[in-house]
């Protein structure tokens, strides 16, 4: 282990120590090969704004961040045909036997399922045509028919907000429960697919993490937690409670209890398109719209790209970007396959330390972040511009002793 790696795992060691707990692996049990069925799906995604972070710190000729961190518990997904498909971002990815994890819509998709349950992956996204790089980590766990709450809780709900009077739709079909606002008004996010437990209760979270940083001048990383649970009356109706809290950027509120109230309703009470979809049509019609989208040309990426190079003692990247100026493409391109180095030596930082607390997560998180930034020390082993799409494609290597 070179010097930067003992004193990242001794720093994290330290923080450690101060809680004796440990956090339990998902289940136990070994999941590969990954077998058909449903699945908790609890995971952080981080978004990294790559093209505007290079563009501003060429005009402020400083080191820029932009991120923005969602996390989520209490999702559920399925696994079937060697892909599951992302309820919240519409993501179908591939894990083999070995749990390779790749993604046919997009080449650059590539991770990892570990047999204890924990994933992780990484890509490029251009939105608005600004490149974009996407980390998401996270557990999976198997959701057997006893996890579950049975069919007494099966039925259609109509839920109030008791302060704001806002309603929405719940449908509750097989132990899962989904929803939308009956108004059609924009939520500000994706509502997903909870897991109903077999007492009916309801408990979910979802974080929002953002963080802006201009060098020295300017830090800004604040986040809104939002926070349900509640409670299921078979054939009755439904209690709900919501919190949110905001924090960072000198906030530090919690906003008033959303209480929401909800009974049962008949049949033909609302027109069936109203009726949120059951998980079940959800995945189907998802997969389904996934499948219709064009697909990638193997042919236009050099093999390296496609299947990235495998040696003991380093880790390796590849970033890609289409733009006609092949100096600027190649540096964004550069560019994103540095933030995936970093963020894979974030994944090989934690599998080397012991697991950690609850209570001390988010500290060893944060610093394991800013350790593996700050230890980036790669080398570019391949460069190619692919003339007829104006694509630049670059590899990228690093030791990891």
């Given at each position: 282990m070179n010097k930067n790696y003992r004193f990242i795992f001794l720093s994290i060691l330290i923080l450690i120590c101060l809680s004796c707990a440990s956090v339990k692996n998902a289940g136990g049990k070994a999941l590969l090969p990954m077998k058909?069925?449903?699945?908790?799906?609890?995971?952080?995604?981080?978004?990294?704004?790559?093209?505007?972070?290079?563009?501003?710190?060429?005009?402020?000729?400083?080191?820029?961040?932009?991120?923005?961190?969602?996390?989520?518990?209490?999702?559920?997904?399925?696994?079937?045909?060697?892909?599951?498909?992302?309820?919240?971002?519409?993501?179908?990815?591939?894990?083999?036997?070995?749990?390779?994890?790749?993604c046919t819509e997009n080449i650059s998709i590539k991770g990892r399922q570990e047999k204890n349950g924990r994933f992780f992956w990484s890509g490029l996204?251009?939105?608005?045509?600004?490149?974009?790089?996407?980390?998401?980590?996270?557990?999976?766990?198997?959701?057997?028919?006893?996890?579950?709450?049975?069919?007494?809780?099966?039925?259609?709900?109509?839920?109030?907000?008791?302060?704001?009077?806002?309603?929405?739709?719940?449908?509750?079909?097989?132990?899962?429960?989904?929803?939308?606002?009956?108004?059609?008004?924009?939520?500000?996010?994706?509502?997903?697919?909870?897991?109903v437990h077999p007492d009916g209760s309801i408990v979910s979270s979802m974080e929002i993490i953002t963080v802006i940083e201009m060098g020295e001048l300017s830090k800004t990383n604040y986040s809104t937690n939002f926070s349900m649970k509640g409670k299921i009356v078979p054939g009755q109706g439904i209690s709900m409670e919501e919190v949110s809290r905001s924090a960072g950027a000198l906030q530090d509120q919690r906003d008033a209890k959303h209480i929401y109230a909800g009974t049962m309703i008949r049949s033909g009470e609302y027109p069936n398109e109203a009726i949120p979809a059951d998980i079940e049509n959800l995945v189907k019609s998802g997969r389904a719209a996934i499948k219709k989208e064009p697909k990638p040309n193997p042919a236009k990426y050099p093999s390296w790209y496609i299947k990235l190079p495998v040696k003991h003692g380093f880790i390796y990247a590849a970033g890609e970007k289409t733009f006609a100026v092949q100096k600027t493409a190649f540096a964004l391109a550069e560019a994103a396959a540095a933030a995936n180095i970093a963020e894979q030596i974030?994944?090989?930082?934690?599998?080397?330390?012991?697991?950690?607390?609850?209570?001390?997560?988010?500290?060893?998180?944060?610093?394991?972040?800013?350790?593996?930034?700050?230890?980036?020390?790669?080398?570019?082993?391949?460069?190619?511009?692919?003339?007829?799409?104006r694509t630049a494609f670059i590899l990228v290597e690093m030791a990891l002793e």
């Open positions: 058909t069925g449903w699945y908790l799906y609890e995971f952080e995604r981080t978004f990294k704004g790559i093209e505007d972070e290079y563009n501003l710190s060429l005009t402020t000729k400083m080191k820029i961040i932009q991120e923005l961190t969602w996390k989520y518990t209490g999702v559920v997904c399925y696994f079937e045909d060697g892909v599951f498909y992302d309820p919240v971002t519409g993501i179908e990815l591939s894990i083999d036997n070995e749990g390779q994890i790749s996204k251009e939105e608005h045509g600004r490149l974009n790089s996407i980390f998401v980590k996270g557990t999976l766990r198997p959701l057997s028919a006893e996890d579950r709450a049975g069919g007494e809780y099966d039925g259609v709900y109509q839920m109030t907000d008791s302060g704001t009077k806002r309603k929405q739709l719940v449908n509750i079909k097989d132990g899962f429960y989904t929803w939308k606002y009956i108004d059609g008004e924009e939520t500000g996010f994706t509502p997903w697919p909870l897991l974030q994944i090989h930082i934690e599998s080397s330390i012991m697991e950690v607390s609850d209570n001390n997560k988010t500290r060893i998180d944060e610093r394991i972040k800013t350790e593996a930034v700050q230890q980036l020390n790669y080398k570019i082993i391949e460069r190619y511009y692919n003339e007829e799409t």
